[in-house]
């Protein structure tokens, strides 16, 4: 069993900056293709950015491509996701989730990924 904790959401004004933290604890980190995915009221969870385990291979959805970055320090069990430039469209709960695969492959796909965490709400002001 893999448990996925987040951190570092909030309050911003657009045009601001947030780092999330998602840190996995449970098994091999390393193990384990990563990605983070939004969710905003009324609408269905959607794709963010995933990250692969052995080569670190990112790929980001259009909407936040230039904004945002994902990363991973497997020696801190941690995935990062770095946020610029937000934009009160980016408001919503987001969570990170995690597939074993040990691997160069990323995932793009809510139920390609086998465990979730609880999420942390991000809140964009104009």
């Known amino acids: 069993q893999v448990q996925l904790v987040e951190s570092g959401g909030g309050w911003v004004q657009a045009g601001g900056s947030l780092r999330l933290s998602c840190v996995a604890s449970g098994r091999t980190f390393s193990s384990f293709a990563m990605g983070w995915f939004r969710q905003a009221p009324g609408k269905e969870r959607e794709f963010v950015a995933a990250i692969s385990w052995s080569d670190g291979n990112t790929y980001h959805a259009n909407s936040v491509k230039g904004r945002f970055t994902i990363s991973r320090d497997n020696a801190k069990n941690t995935v990062y996701l770095q946020m610029n430039s937000l934009r009160p469209e980016d408001t919503a709960v987001y969570y990170c989730?995690?597939?074993?695969?040990?691997?160069?492959?990323?995932?793009?796909?809510?139920?390609?990924?086998?465990?979730w965490g609880q999420g942390t709400q991000v809140t964009v002001s104009s």
């Open positions: 989730a995690a597939r074993w695969d040990s691997g160069r492959h990323y995932y793009t796909v809510r139920y390609e990924y086998d465990y």
